[in-house]
């Protein structure tokens, strides 16, 4: 399969620990990578795997190796996470890129 | 400091065709795989072409095949999208990113910088 299945919407306490899940057979070969993208700005690159961050993404967000589902982990949730979050891979043709429909995540 | 800055969106006619630019600085251009990824407001991101360094690989996304050339100019650090044909279902914001490494298609790449993103709207 050539898609990559997100739960639209998950919520977290302030301070707690939230999964978010992305599912797809592709997965279970390849990493995901993970987007953060707030309201009016541009996707940012948070985690490919389960630990490759660029600098400046904290280390409350971790990810995981290739598996199906592949998961975004928020160690100790800020009010500044609420965002949209992506996953993305190749999918099975190997040609083609392959975005998760998204997950909204809000803080309570 | 790494960025890359889109242009070309605006307003265009159903069928006709435009030419996005993405110009990027503040890394070695050359040498990193870029890809286009568009976003229809309030939805989620689609992933439109991708292409590897020094233009060896070009790759499209079903919704757009045979109506889109990427391609890009080394020697000005610039990225392009050609969409011919188009429709109301390309208008979106188009965001260029920079791969990780020299092949959108690698096993080990991912999208380390994205620009604002330019919007066209097709109506």
């Known amino acids: 399969s050539s898609e990559l299945t997100q739960d639209p919407a998950v919520s977290v306490a302030l301070g707690q620990t939230v999964k978010i899940t992305c599912q797809g057979d592709i997965l279970r070969k390849f990493h995901a990578a993970w987007y953060q993208q707030k309201p009016g700005q541009a996707p940012v690159f948070i985690i490919f795997g389960k630990d490759t961050r660029p600098s400046g993404i904290p280390d409350r967000f971790s990810g995981s190796n290739s598996g199906n589902p592949a998961s975004l982990t928020i160690t100790g949730a800020q009010a500044e996470d609420e965002a949209d979050y992506y996953c993305q891979s190749r999918d099975s043709r190997g040609n083609h890129l392959v975005f998760g429909g998204g997950t909204k995540l809000t803080v309570l | 400091e790494v960025q890359l800055l889109e242009s070309g969106g605006g307003l265009f006619q159903p069928g006709g065709s435009l030419r996005l630019s993405c110009v990027a600085s503040g890394f070695n251009f050359n040498n990193h795989a870029m890809t286009w990824v568009r976003q229809t407001p309030g939805k989620g991101l689609e992933w439109v072409s991708g292409i590897s360094d020094k233009s060896d690989n070009t790759y499209y996304g079903d919704s757009v095949k045979g109506r889109v050339t990427i391609s890009r100019d080394d020697s000005n650090k610039t990225l392009f999208l050609q969409i011919n044909s188009l429709g109301v279902e390309d208008t979106a914001i188009y965001y260029c990113?920079?791969?990780?490494?020299?092949?959108?298609?690698?096993?080990?790449?991912?999208?380390?910088?994205w620009g604002q993103g330019t919007l066209v709207i097709v109506s």
């Open positions: 990113a920079k791969g990780s490494g020299s092949n959108p298609m690698e096993t080990y790449n991912w999208f380390d910088t």
